[in-house]
């Protein structure tokens, strides 16, 4: 499934930059990875979070728990300048038709971790 694969190459990615975190901070685990996700950002949030599962093993996020926050689509039109919810990146202005470029919702990034410090 194209689908399933993109969410898995964005987790592997996920772990890895938080890997390469919790190492240059000492870490023995990391317990805790929340990322950033937008509703326009292409990502299925249960597929995300079932992919991050299968990329922590056998690394420092063995078992972490991934919390997303997810980020609304909010566009503007590039015509009127009218704000509102969007959906779809490609979306028509419902006042005047115009373009909607999108201003919140395509978010995709770690916003924090949560690790073990070194022993001893
Ligand atoms: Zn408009």
Same mark, same amino acid.
Not at 61 to 80: D, H, K, R, T, Y
């Given at each position: 499934?194209? /689908? %399933?694969?993109?969410?898995?190459?964005?987790?592997?990615?996920?772990?890895?930059?938080?890997? %390469?975190? $919790?190492?240059? $901070?000492?870490?023995?685990? &990391?317990?805790?990875?929340?990322?950033?996700?937008?509703?326009?950002?292409?990502? @299925?949030?249960? /597929?995300?979070?079932?992919?991050?599962?299968? %990329?922590?093993?056998?690394?420092?996020?063995?078992?972490?728990?991934?919390?997303?926050?997810? &980020?609304?689509?909010?566009?503007?039109?590039?015509?009127?300048?009218?704000?509102? !919810?969007?959906?779809?990146? @490609? %979306?028509?202005? !419902? $006042?005047?038709?115009?373009?909607?470029? !999108?201003?919140?919702?395509?978010?995709?990034?770690?916003?924090?971790?949560? &690790?073990?410090?070194?022993?001893?």
């Amino acid at each position: 499934m194209m /689908s %399933a694969m993109h969410e898995m190459s964005i987790a592997i990615k996920i772990v890895e930059l938080a890997e %390469a975190e $919790a190492r240059a $901070a000492g870490a023995r685990r &990391i317990n805790r990875v929340e990322v950033e996700v937008g509703a326009l950002a292409g990502v @299925l949030a249960d /597929s995300l979070r079932f992919c991050f599962e299968a %990329a922590c093993r056998a690394t420092l996020a063995e078992g972490a728990e991934l919390a997303i926050v997810e &980020i609304a689509g909010l566009g503007q039109c590039a015509s009127c300048g009218e704000e509102g !919810p969007l959906a779809e990146l @490609l %979306a028509l202005c !419902p $006042a005047c038709g115009g373009f909607m470029r !999108p201003l919140k919702g395509r978010e995709l990034r770690l916003l924090s971790l949560n &690790i073990d410090e070194r022993e001893g």
